[in-house]
């Protein structure tokens, strides 16, 4: 069997469904639409929907200057079907992704929603960034067979995705998902106990209170803040994690490299309490060094730039060693 046949037989021949049409439901529904499953894409609001269709043919195009999609993107295309209800979306589908509003009272009327519609084999994952499950879908027929299965925007680029369960996720769930995402080309983190924000955000919540307080105090503006990122440590992040990138940078790798800068490290930690939120000046400064580099005219824009920039790194790992 070739890939797209190998990954129908993991879902029996079934579509899957996605279930919120925005940015990040409609880069899932090119993530599984580019692997060879059929897709319904839904959402409550049909102009979402609308405009889903043709970011998601313009994104299919781009993936093909890039050498990202082994078929014409309009072959892609078809395979993504745009649903009016959500019953038609999840009817008799081996798998829902959902991508509706970070709100835990919206997904939780969607899981009591998908309780009465969902078939009972039906396996689904929420895209939230960092909502445990455990807040909206316990409790339920369905409670067994719905984890976290969360991207990084836009999936079908990025492809890392944490899977985490809820205490009443059954093992099988899990094992599915883990199936499933690694079939469609996704590299799977397994969160092992429920934390919210998960791994990667909580990894990226650390570095955006620092970046935000050296502002705040005047020690850089978010122009060299970026560079430092950008031209700095994103260069070696941009293939290796920060525990090789700490074995690598001392003579007799991490454990020496602990001894050498652990006490440096623990003394920045020491230095910062980050009770505060971003105040309202704080944002305001930040807002206003942005802008003076990117006009709002231009957001959009520099958005398509971004993907066309990640399209070229996906397609350079594409040549490399799967573990960079």
């Given at each position: 069997m070739n890939q797209h046949q190998d990954i129908a037989a993991l879902c029996a021949g079934r579509p899957v469904a996605i279930v919120g049409a925005g940015l990040v439901g409609a880069g899932w529904a090119i993530v599984f639409a580019r692997a060879g499953l059929n897709v319904r894409m839904f959402d409550a609001n049909p102009d979402i929907t609308r405009k889903a269709v043709p970011l998601i043919?313009?994104?299919?195009?781009?993936?093909?200057?890039h050498g990202l999609i082994d078929e014409e993107p309009a072959v892609v295309l078809a395979r993504i079907t745009p649903v009016a209800t959500l019953a038609e979306a999840v009817d008799g589908v081996a798998y829902v992704q959902e991508s509706v509003l970070e709100r835990v009272d919206v997904k939780r009327q969607l899981m009591v929603d998908?309780?009465?519609?969902?078939?009972?084999?039906?396996?689904?994952?929420?895209?939230?960034?960092?909502?445990?499950?455990?807040?909206?879908?316990?409790?339920?027929?369905?409670s067994p067979r719905v984890l976290i299965a969360h991207p990084v925007n836009p999936p079908y680029l990025v492809p890392v995705v944490e899977l985490v369960p809820s205490p009443e996720t059954a093992g099988s769930t899990v094992d599915f998902a883990d199936a499933l995402m690694r079939a469609v080309g996704q590299?799977?983190?397994?969160?092992?106990?429920?934390?919210?924000?998960?791994?990667?955000?909580?990894?990226?919540?650390?570095?955006?209170?620092?970046?935000?307080?050296?502002?705040?105090?005047?020690?850089?503006?978010?122009?060299?803040?970026?560079?430092?990122?950008?031209?700095?440590?994103?260069?070696?992040?941009?293939?290796?994690?920060?525990f090789e990138t700490i074995d690598l940078n001392a003579p007799g790798g991490v454990a020496d490299y602990a001894v050498r800068l652990g006490p440096l490290y623990q003394r920045i930690a020491e230095s910062r309490t980050h009770e505060a939120p971003w105040d309202a000046d704080l944002i305001r400064e930040v807002e206003s060094h942005r802008r003076q580099h990117l006009a709002d005219a231009d957001l959009e824009a520099r958005r398509a730039w971004r993907d066309e920039r990640l399209m070229e790194f996906a397609a350079t790992r594409r040549t490399q060693d799967p573990r960079t």
């Open positions: 043919e313009a994104q299919l195009a781009g993936l093909q200057r998908l309780d009465a519609l969902a078939a009972p084999d039906t396996v689904i994952g929420s895209s939230t960034s960092g909502i445990p499950g455990s807040a909206f879908a316990l409790g339920l027929s369905i590299a799977v983190v397994h969160v092992r106990k429920e934390v919210e924000g998960f791994v990667l955000n909580r990894l990226q919540a650390v570095l955006l209170r620092e970046a935000w307080a050296l502002v705040q105090e005047g020690v850089a503006s978010c122009e060299d803040v970026d560079k430092t990122i950008r031209d700095g440590l994103g260069w070696r992040w941009s293939f290796m994690g920060p």
